[in-house]
């Protein structure tokens, strides 16, 4: 199931203050594929780094990006929700150095396959 899912983002309108950014979840089955928006609200309520999400640079929304999609990738590889809370608070520095600091301005994808060794 982990090649089904991807995460992605683009900026809105070419804006670059934060919160001026979208960011998706997409989940294909059976050919199909579904898009919705990823829920910062969970991430800030665990660690609140920043209002938005952003990414491309060393800073505080992409410390909330990182939780976010970490967070969201634990629940949906089943990862009980303690768990999943701990795991992410403390992976998620590792994971944006690596990965959301370096994603491209404009806009990304990551499959959770790509990164599926921070799930687990």
Not at 2 to 25: H, T
Request: hydrophobic content about 40%; glycine content about 8%.
């Amino acid at each position: 199931m982990d090649d089904k899912i991807v995460y992605a983002g683009q900026r809105k309108d070419g804006n670059d203050a934060v919160g001026f950014q979208d960011v998706f979840v997409e989940v294909t089955v059976d050919g199909i594929t579904e898009r919705s928006a990823l829920n910062p609200l969970p991430s800030r309520q665990l660690w609140n780094h920043s209002a938005g999400f952003d990414w491309g640079y060393v800073g505080s929304g992409p410390a909330q990006l990182a939780l976010a999609i970490l967070l969201d990738a634990m629940r949906r590889c089943g990862v009980p929700t303690q768990r999943a809370k701990q795991l992410a608070i403390e992976r998620h520095q590792l994971f944006k150095r690596l990965h959301v600091e370096r994603f491209e301005h404009e806009g990304w994808r990551l499959k959770l396959a790509d990164f599926i060794t921070f799930v687990h």
